[in-house]
């Protein structure tokens, strides 16, 4: 019999550590289990706060790094991010959305 594979659970909560008006820095940890095969690749979506869509964020291969610049934000627009893990099975289910942000440079720049 073969051992059992399945695709990763989801990775933890993104947490958005820089925002600038075009940007945000997210970082999360991997998936507690990985469904039997390594993680390969993770996909970070984003979707505005008032929007009902998720919208992939950047073709690249992000493993095995744990954070990401999502490109392309709006200036002064709100959103949310959320990532998946990926392995030789597929692409798991999302984390828990980030908590939201405004797309906006620091205060001083």
Do not use: H
């Amino acid at each position: 019999m073969f051992p059992l594979t399945e695709v990763p659970d989801p990775p933890s909560q993104p947490m958005v550590k820089e925002t600038y008006k075009d940007t945000a820095l997210i970082t999360w940890e991997p998936p507690a289990v990985d469904g039997g095969k390594p993680v390969t690749n993770y996909v970070v979506e984003r979707k505005e706060t008032m929007a009902n869509r998720w919208v992939r964020t950047g073709k690249e291969r992000i493993f095995p790094s744990t954070e990401y610049w999502v490109p392309d934000l709006l200036p002064g627009c709100e959103y949310e991010f959320r990532v998946s893990a990926e392995n030789v099975v597929g692409v798991g289910d999302p984390s828990v959305p980030s908590k939201p942000i405004f797309a906006k440079d620091p205060i001083g720049m």
